[in-house]
């Protein structure tokens, strides 16, 4: 059964700081990797996905993440945050199209001004 | 376009009552899943539903059923209530063979009381 550790239960960086927030799944196969985000009292909202190709993968926001094979992680990098950025990063995996998809236990994102 | 919605966005019950959820999924998708995401927790999948059927569940008991009608809004049912019910009830939509990505409501916040 595949799982997602998030080892960062809570990162703080400052405004115009880069960003880095970890990822490693257990998955057999290659598998179908996600980053969501979370405000506050909302629902998620989809960052970017990985299935299969380029291992550097582009999303919304100006967020990107890595696929590293070797190392089961998928990190999500951002080169400069803003104060908006600031909730709950989840990273998730699925084992195959249309398979529900497993959740991390996110990672709160504090920016300081 | 509007996006998947979920009814009612938060809703009081008592320990021993039942509740139902619904979800209108985003137009053209198919596939219905739902999450239970309790506080400070990632969500945790309950099951998924595609034409009209149960196609997966996650481990939750009995006491969590679900329903999909034909034009693929879901209703998420939890008898006999406990404390623990209490969480944030995400929808989740997709297409179902058609790309993969899950497009979520902002939920209905469930206090049990």
């Known amino acids: 059964a595949q799982s997602v550790t998030q080892p960062d239960i809570h990162i703080t960086v400052s405004e115009g700081a880069s960003l880095e927030l970890r990822c490693n799944y257990s998955y057999g196969a290659t598998p179908y990797l996600f980053w969501y985000v979370q405000s506050p009292g909302q629902g998620l909202q989809l960052l970017l996905k990985?299935?299969?190709?380029?291992?550097l993968v582009q999303g919304i926001k100006g967020f990107e993440a890595e696929f590293k094979r070797s190392q089961s992680s998928f990190n999500l990098r951002k080169p400069s945050v803003h104060w908006s950025d600031a909730a709950e990063y989840f990273c998730?995996?699925?084992?195959?199209?249309?398979?529900?998809?497993?959740f991390g236990k996110g990672t709160r994102l504090h920016i300081l001004p | 376009d509007a996006g998947v919605t979920q009814s009612p966005t938060h809703l009081i019950k008592t320990r021993g009552q039942q509740v139902t959820l619904r979800c209108s999924p985003k137009?053209?998708?198919?596939?219905v899943s739902w999450y239970q995401q309790a506080l400070g927790q990632g969500p945790q999948f309950i099951f998924q539903y595609y034409e009209e059927e149960e196609r997966q569940r996650g481990n939750f008991p009995d006491r969590f059923s679900g329903h999909q009608f034909p034009n693929y809004s879901s209703e998420l049912n939890v008898n006999a209530l406990l404390l623990g019910d209490s969480a944030l009830y995400l929808c989740a939509s997709s297409a179902r063979d058609r790309g993969f990505g899950y497009t979520f409501g902002s939920g209905t916040r469930l206090t049990v009381v």
């Open positions: 998730a995996v699925g084992a195959r199209r249309d398979d529900k998809i497993i």
């Open positions: 137009s053209g998708h198919d596939t």
């Open positions: 990985y299935f299969s190709g380029d291992t």
